[in-house]
């Protein structure tokens, strides 16, 4: 397969807010390749990350440091870019820092969210992929998947910002943007993605990842939490896909304008044999720290089912739970130790297309 497989993008003016961020970078960076007219919107890289810069993305793109809950400025960015169609990522994307946060993280989720919802009927764009995540639905207990027309919400502050964000676009599709009988606007769901770059505090493979390049006591808080792992390039050719889909007018408004982007059910793995899976890649070996954090309200099991974009979007996950952990750490290292970040991203998003 082709990088240029979806030739779609070539020229056109995409915006992707929060691309500054893990998943936020990988899109851009993709995009760049498809030679699309990229436009961040984002807050300046927070200061241990790495991955934006090692990708020299501000070179590559036009970059804007804006915060998505300033309604003014990004209207004005809107309005003068006038893009084909955003890409909405931009949010607090930590659970841990929820608790620290709460209000930071509800009004970045939730009230930024609604002005990207608000700017986007303002200015008549077009299109618009809007991501949330998997944290969104209501986590009953079940040990069976969540599908797209499950119960949104959550006992924790994060999940129930993902939901509250969920349910606002749910009503500003409703109340104006609904117009047509194709659908250009549309939601996606996804969680626990890996993949290089990520280096945010409390996410369990950049904990380990530093752990073991500082050679510092390693520390896990949910080993038997299981979760629908996936590379980040998952989701992301998910995004790309349905965003090809929705510009070219092949969805029509009688679905449900929400998709989940998660493995088949195999992928799902314990955090502890996630954990052993990456320092064992890594070719060390190292001691594991069980603290439990009794705070921290976490779900034992969370899977979401891919059934959907499977049979609408003709979109399935590539990558195997082996070559997910391997392609994470490969990159790592090449970053560290070889410093090729870039020729190593490139290279792995077209092994993936290869696939």
Avoid at 8 to 24: A, H, P
Avoid at 76 to 84: A, R, T
Avoid at 131 to 139: A, E
Avoid at 220 to 244: A, C, D, M
């Amino acid at each position: 397969m082709s990088i240029n497989k979806l030739q779609t993008y070539k020229n056109l003016k995409v915006i992707v807010t929060g691309s500054t961020g893990f998943k936020g970078t990988w899109l851009c960076y993709w995009l760049h390749l498809l030679n699309a007219k990229v436009v961040g919107i984002a807050l300046k890289p927070e200061k241990d990350s790495i991955l934006f810069k090692k990708l020299l993305l501000s070179r590559k793109i036009k970059q804007i440091y804006l915060d998505i809950n300033n309604l003014k400025k990004l209207n004005q960015v809107i309005k003068k870019e006038k893009p084909d169609i955003i890409f909405h990522l931009a949010a607090q994307s930590v659970v841990s820092e929820s608790y620290a946060n709460p209000i930071g993280t509800i009004t970045t989720n939730v009230l930024g969210s609604a002005n990207i919802l608000e700017v986007v009927r303002i200015n008549e764009i077009k299109n618009l992929v809007y991501i949330t995540s998997d944290k969104c639905y209501l986590n009953d207990g079940r040990k069976t998947s969540y599908f797209e027309n499950d119960t949104l919400g959550g006992e924790d502050l994060y999940s129930a910002s993902k939901a509250c964000a969920e349910l606002v676009f749910e009503s500003y599709h409703k109340s104006f943007l609904l117009k047509n009988k194709k659908l250009s606007y549309a939601t996606t769901r996804a969680g626990n993605v890996i993949g290089g770059g990520d280096m945010k505090k409390n996410r369990i493979v950049p904990d380990v990842i530093k752990s073991l390049k500082n050679k510092t006591p390693l520390i896990i808080r949910s080993p038997n939490s299981t979760r629908p792992w996936q590379h980040v390039l998952e989701p992301i050719s998910g995004y790309l896909k349905l965003g090809e889909m929705l510009m070219n007018r092949k969805l029509s408004s009688s679905i449900e304008p929400n998709w989940n982007f998660g493995p088949n059910t195999i992928n799902c793995r314990t955090v502890i044999h996630v954990v052993k899976e990456v320092i064992s890649c890594w070719g060390e070996e190292k001691k594991i720290n069980i603290v439990k954090n009794k705070e921290l309200k976490e779900a034992k099991l969370l899977m979401i089912a891919n059934r959907k974009a499977k049979k609408e979007l003709d979109w399935s996950p590539t990558l195997n739970f082996k070559e997910t952990i391997k392609m994470t750490v490969e990159w790592y290292k090449n970053c560290f130790f070889e410093n090729n970040a870039e020729e190593t991203t490139r290279k792995q998003i077209e092994y993936f297309l290869r696939k």
